[in-house]
């Protein structure tokens, strides 16, 4: 089954301990994507990957590190996380990242930074 | 200028109804538009895309797009309860890759 897999689903943790959430896509997409979703403010984008070793940022990159060493792999690193990365994370995926095709997403994760 | 706005809603239709939902951009060359339902706490799924002026039918949802007054729109014939959702407008930036999304708008539709 095509997906995208994000790990953990539900994350409570405490300010300054680094943790990652891990994304995996199985079609072989070339774009990868993260996300980020706070009531009222909608999805913001934070980093983006055109392809293996390509990532660049979105629009709201303070305070995240991704990498891209494998294709179907796209980690989200909080290297120092602060209560105001409580938020609902989606990572995405699509073929090529030229913005003309859709995105799928995975199901989300839930962090609650203390 | 927020890039794609969106009445946040809630839309309130009846089942059975036609729920139109409406999206404005700003960016003159974007050149794809996405039309994703979110339910609550889940994660975004694809609807519609449409890349051409005009109407896109596809089972009970049409895309229209109107390049020259930048707005898309989504219409949803024959509305069920399952169709209460947020629906979010997604549009490619003219330039680079990123993607501008919209806040959502809110369906409802009552039995």
């Known amino acids: 089954e095509a997906q995208v897999t994000q790990n953990p689903r539900y994350l409570i943790t405490v300010t300054g301990k680094k943790l990652t959430v891990t994304c995996s896509q199985n079609?072989?997409?070339?774009?990868m994507s993260w996300y980020r979703q706070d009531p009222g403010l909608g999805l913001r984008q934070i980093y983006y990957s055109m392809n293996v070793e390509v990532t660049d940022k979105g629009d709201v990159p303070e305070g995240y590190k991704v990498s891209r060493k494998e294709k179907r792999n796209f980690p989200l690193i909080l290297e120092s996380p602060s209560p105001n990365q409580t938020s609902l994370y989606f990572c995405?995926?699509?073929?090529?990242?030229?913005?003309?095709?859709?995105?799928?997403f995975g199901d989300g994760t839930r962090l609650s930074i203390l | 200028q927020k890039e794609v706005e969106q009445n946040s809603g809630p839309l309130s239709v009846p089942e059975g109804a036609i729920a139109s939902l409406n999206c404005t951009y700003s960016d003159r060359g974007s050149q794809s538009f996405f039309w994703y339902r979110q339910y609550s706490g889940k994660s975004p799924e694809l609807i519609m895309f449409?890349?051409?002026?005009g109407d896109k039918e596809d089972g009970r949802f049409t895309a229209q797009l109107n390049k020259a007054s930048q707005y898309v729109s989504l219409l949803i014939r024959d509305s069920q309860p399952s169709d209460s959702a947020t629906y979010l407008c997604?549009?490619?930036?003219?330039?680079?890759?990123?993607?501008?999304f919209g806040k959502g708008t809110s369906l409802l539709v009552t039995p």
């Open positions: 997604v549009v490619n930036r003219g330039s680079g890759y990123a993607l501008n």
């Open positions: 079609m072989n997409h070339e774009y």
């Open positions: 995405a995926s699509s073929l090529q990242g030229l913005g003309n095709q859709p995105q799928h």
């Open positions: 449409i890349y051409s002026n």
